[in-house]
């Protein structure tokens, strides 16, 4: 998925739906949301997968990080940290209520303003939210 990405960023393409194939490897990010997603598909929620895509510089999750979120806001996982993952799980919503397009989301802070909001650097994420569908 992320090299599906990277080639749809690299030709300017940012609402692309990419095909999500579940993380195999039982240490990898997926297993982080799995047993949340199978029981809220099982239920017949709606769900919404966020995975970052890209880092430049300090970031608190790699590549390939991903957060679950149902239609009612419950949330599995981690994509980054404080207000990033509201934002995120705004998104996420905002998609599954709109019945909307993917979307890119882009975070960053400069090296120069961290210090003054908490943080020791700057950094930079994308994250692509999608509709899961199983």
């Known amino acids: ?11 300017g393409v940012e609402d692309a739906k990419i095909q999500y194939e579940p993380d195999t490897d039982e240490g990898g990010p997926m297993r982080e949301v799995t ?3 199978e ?12 995975t970052v895509v890209r880092t430049r510089r300090s970031a608190p999750r790699p590549p390939g990080a991903k957060m679950a979120i149902n239609e ?9 940290g ?3 993952e509201g934002a995120v799980a ?3 919503l905002d998609l599954l209520r709109s019945d909307g397009p993917p979307r ?4 960053g802070i400069a090296d120069s303003e961290a210090w003054d909001v908490g943080l020791p650097c700057g950094g930079e994420i994308d994250v692509f939210v999608e509709e899961y569908k199983s």
């Not at 890119?104 to 975070?107: G, Q």
């Open 104 to 107: 890119m989301l882009s975070f």
């Open 39 to 50: 029981a809220w598909t099982a239920a017949g929620e709606r769900v919404a997968i966020a």
């Open 35 to 37: 047993d949340e997603l």
């Open 72 to 80: 009612r806001g419950e949330v599995a996982g981690a994509v980054s």
């Open 82 to 84: 404080g207000c990033v």
């Open 90 to 92: 705004e998104a996420a």
């Open 1 to 11: 998925m992320l090299e599906q990405f990277a080639a749809l960023m690299e030709a």
